[in-house]
C-alpha cells in the first residue's frame, strides 16, 4: 500500500485541505526516508515500534521540538490506521504509544485598547490597498474567520443587504457569520476601490492583490505584522492571534462559550476552551473588585 493511496484518501474522501494534505504527505516522506537509510527498508508499512522510536530520538537529536515531533507522529500514526482499516497490517504500530510532554502554548491577545489604536488611529494608506488592509483587520477581528477562510472568501459568500457572511470552513464545514454595521460599511468602501483597478484577473474571490489576483498567506501575515508593530510589543503577530482576540474580547463581555464555539467554527467545545484562560483572568478581576469580600 502506497503512501499515496493514504494522501488520496485525506485529500478525497476526508476532505483536508491542500496545506494539511502536504504535511501528512512530508511527515510520511521523511519516515519512509529514515527507514531505507537507517535500516535498509523499502517498505516502511510493516516497521515495528522499534524503528519508529529509532526515527523519534533522531528527530530529538535533531532538535525538532516535541510539539512538532508529536504531530509528525500523528501522521504516521493516521497512516498505519488506514492501513489496518483497509486490511494491509493486522495492528497498528503506534496503537500503545504516549505523545511526548510539551509545555502549555499561551497566545496572548490584542487588547482593546491595541485594536482601538489600530482601527481607529492608526493611519492607513488612502486607496485600495489602505482601504483593503484595513477590512482585512476588520473583518478578522469582528469574525473571527481563519486567514484560509478570508482568503478563499468568494463575493457570492457575502450578503451586504442582510448583513452575514457564508464561510466554508475544515472539511467543508459551512457556517454564517453576522457583520457588524462597521465591517460591512468597510466592504462598501472596499469594493468602490476594488472596482475601480485596471485589472482583475479573478473576479470572483473579495480579496485581491493590488494586480487584481487573489490575496496569499504571506501577504495577510504582513499586513497583520505590519499595522500591530506600531501599536503592540506583543511577540507573535499574525491572523491567527486576532482569531483568538475576536474569541476571548466576546468571552469577557459575556458571551456565551457555545455562541462563541458556532462563530469559530469548532466541532466541539473542547476547541474553544482553549480561548477562555483570558476570560477567566478577566472575571477574577470582576470578582474580585465586585464582591464584598474581595475589598481588603
Not at 119 to 140: A, T, Y
Not at 193 to 216: A, M
Amino acid at each position: 500500500m502506497s503512501v499515496q493511496s493514504f494522501i488520496d484518501y485525506l485529500s478525497l474522501e476526508k476532505n483536508y485541505s491542500d496545506h494539511t494534505v502536504l504535511a501528512y504527505e512530508r511527515d510520511l516522506k521523511s519516515f519512509n526516508s529514515f527507514c531505507t537509510v537507517e535500516y535498509g527498508l523499502k517498505n516502511s508499512d510493516n516497521v515495528d515500534y522499534k524503528e519508529i522510536r529509532g526515527w523519534i530520538v533522531n528527530l530529538v537529536d535533531s532538535g525538532t521540538s516535541n510539539r512538532s515531533i508529536n504531530r509528525k507522529v500523528a501522521s504516521l500514526k493516521a497512516y498505519f490506521k488506514f492501513l489496518q482499516r483497509t486490511g494491509n497490517i493486522d495492528a497498528n504500530p503506534l496503537a500503545k504509544h504516549k505523545s511526548l510532554k510539551t509545555s502549555k502554548k499561551v497566545e496572548v491577545p490584542f487588547s482593546e485598547d491595541e485594536m482601538i489604536k489600530v482601527l481607529m488611529q492608526i493611519p492607513f494608506e488612502e486607496g485600495f490597498e489602505g482601504i483593503r488592509d484595513k477590512l482585512i483587520i476588520e473583518l478578522l477581528y469582528t469574525s473571527g474567520i481563519r486567514r484560509a477562510e478570508l482568503i478563499n472568501l468568494k463575493i457570492k459568500d457575502l450578503d451586504l443587504d442582510g448583513s452575514t457572511l457564508r464561510v466554508l470552513g475544515k472539511r467543508n464545514k459551512e457556517r454564517i457569520i453576522p457583520l457588524l454595521p462597521s465591517t460591512k460599511d468597510q466592504f462598501i468602501a472596499y469594493f468602490i476601490e476594488r472596482n475601480s483597478l485596471n485589472t482583475i484577473g479573478d473576479k470572483d474571490h473579495v480579496f485581491l492583490s493590488k494586480t487584481g489576483n487573489k490575496i496569499y498567506e504571506t501577504l495577510v501575515y504582513r499586513i497583520i505584522n505590519r499595522y500591530f508593530s506600531e501599536v503592540s510589543s506583543k511577540v507573535k503577530k499574525s491572523p491567527h492571534i486576532l482569531r483568538h482576540t475576536f474569541a476571548t474580547h466576546l468571552l469577557n463581555k459575556g458571551a456565551d462559550l457555545n455562541s462563541v464555539k458556532e462563530l469559530l467554527g469548532h466541532s466541539s467545545l473542547a476547541s474553544t476552551q482553549v480561548y477562555t484562560h483570558n476570560s477567566i483572568a478577566e472575571l477574577k478581576k470582576v470578582h474580585a473588585a465586585a464582591h464584598p469580600r474581595g475589598k481588603k
